[in-house]
């Protein structure tokens, strides 16, 4: 089970296209704080929020940044990507009937793969959190953060709170690819299932920005994402985090089964 | 079990099916499961329920606090409402938003307005009032003891007033965004003209609450009636709604959605401006000297109680007024009678016409009363 689950790591991480999707999310907090710091002289403020202006005072901040500009379309689609990959990728080269017949089981295929979309998962989101706050800290320096409530926290305590906000986008993406993987095993055609899960992901996007839907919003996948913002203010707020983590749960669940009905009960033929 | 899966394979449909329903079925579960819980106080005239208002003592709590409107407002250009930054004062005037508050139950208080990734603060602290907006990363200062200048925490008629008299000012909308802030302005309002009963038996963020209804008795108004709640065991304001006339649902509801009655700790009220941030002091004295401008003249009030009034004119360099303004008002309608011309702002609760000559009327009142209140005026 162990070198299964090591063997599928190492496919996931070796994939050329895994390889440059993952240059790609490191790329976005190097322009961001390139960006930032040629435009430092312009005024700020009455833009978007979303910790940009706070890059300047703070080079922890592109990380928060980057990980609140990725959040809707680079982080899903990576995980789109890897997930539709999971299954109706090794269908479509047809190395699903002999991956099969290793006396391991549907069942735990099923989890093994999907360890392995959590692997890549914490290591895309990672690589982002980690390159911009890296970054940012040798381009803009470092010291005492200030929190969205105005009050300053030290830098391990911001650390600290980088992390925790990373782990949380970590967990949400991880939900996505067992909605990724579910969608990965009713298809033979691995872009069908990546286009399909981003579709979903897109679609939810949207419905969260319809305030009439807005008895829907809690049920959304993607409406609690961004909530570990709420951590930077002071006291953190976990409100929306908890709130989040439980519909993550929910969703990776029902999936996963469903995946699990779907994959266990299928005729495989290629 | 396996044997039975693999002859009916539809059959393992069931787990994610019943994994869904668990789900749903929970969460609804818990989302009714204190409202469904029975309350059974012994009923209180008002008139016990307001002695008793002014016997408690203000009690240090934290909580959220949630504050819904709907004005039926207008749609107006983007950025002009704020309501694309929801953590502005005046993006407040529609939608719902969440703020949390701090009180140790003596002179420092905290309001934080909570938007995406953005907050407003209102700290109230032994170095005076704190505003601060993380959106342009600003604050205001006004030094001096604190609490004084701000609402008083206690909503009883009797210490309602400081701070109450002026107009809708950003302040103001801060003050309307707690229950306590909304009820000290609808109790001033309490008078023969109103009929006030009592509501037992309600339960808001968890806890037994009594209810105060004031209903107008006159038929001039806009508004249908005024409900404060109050926490059964020590008369904490927990919401206020305003329904007017006719409607079934409240035009504006600011209540909490969870209390706990344990004093915060004293970090959460500290406040030094962070580095990086413009800061504002304005002295309370000089101040008032600042929002009076040549040409402004206090404005007046017409009618009584419920359907008075307010009719002033506005300085003479507001009505030539920015572009963004003019624009704003092309989109009202345009109203025209004996008292002159002007656009008419109307709300289910409150109207407002800006006359094309700088005057205005305002009132919780239908719009005719307004003209007549112009033309008098």
Known sequence: ?270 | MSAILARRPVLRWVAPGAALAVIIAGSQLAAHWPANAAVSLPPKTAQQLLVDLQGATPHALSGTVKATASLGLPQLPEGMTGADDSASPLGLLSGTHTAKVWYDGKTSGRIALLGDSAETDLVANSSGLWLWQSSDKSVLHVPGGSLTSTPPRRTGPVHAEPGSRQAITPGMAQQLSTPEGVAAFALRMLDPSTQVTTDSNERIAGRAAYQLVLTPKTSGTTIGSIRIAFDAANFTPLRTEIFAKGAAKPAVNVGFSSISYQRPSASVFAFRPPAGASVKTVNPSTKAGHTRPSGFSAPQLVGKDWASVLVGKLPAHATSGAAKERDVLRMLPSVSGSWGSGHLLSTSLVNVVLTDDGRYAIGAVPAASLYAALGRG
């Not at chain 1, 959040?71 to 789109?80: E, G, H, N, R, V």
């Open chain 1, 1 to 270: 089970m162990m070198r299964f689950a090591r063997s599928e790591m190492r496919l996931i991480a070796g994939r050329r296209r895994n390889q440059a999707g993952l240059a790609v999310l490191a790329a976005v907090p190097i322009l961001l704080a390139i960006a930032v710091r040629l435009t430092e002289s312009n005024p700020r403020g009455g833009g978007p929020p979303s910790f940009i202006d706070d890059i300047v005072g703070n080079g922890v901040f592109v990380a928060f940044a980057a990980l609140t500009l990725q959040l809707t379309l680079f982080l899903p689609l990576a995980i789109s990507m890897v997930s539709g990959d999971a299954i109706a990728g090794e269908a479509h080269t047809g190395t699903l009937r002999y991956l099969l017949t290793v006396p391991a089981g549907r069942s735990r295929v099923l989890a093994v793969k999907y360890f392995g979309l959590v692997f890549g998962a914490f290591v895309a989101v990672f690589t982002v959190a980690v390159v911009g706050a890296l970054v940012g800290m040798a381009i803009f320096g470092t010291g005492s953060l200030t929190t969205l409530s105005g009050t300053q926290i030290s830098l391990g305590a911001g650390l600290l709170r980088l992390f925790v906000s990373t782990v949380y986008v970590a967990l949400g993406m991880s939900s996505l690819a067992a909605l990724g993987l579910f969608v990965s095993t009713l298809t033979t055609q691995p872009i069908a299932a990546t286009v399909a899960t981003m579709v979903l992901t897109a679609a939810m996007w949207v419905l969260d920005a319809v305030p009439q839907l807005g008895w829907l919003h809690p049920w959304l996948l993607v409406d609690h994402w961004a909530a570990f913002a709420d951590l930077m203010r002071d006291p953190a707020d976990w409100g929306g985090v908890w709130r989040g983590l439980s519909v993550d749960l929910g969703y990776a669940v029902v999936c996963l089964l469903a995946a699990w009905a779907r994959f266990d009960g299928k005729d495989i033929t290629t």
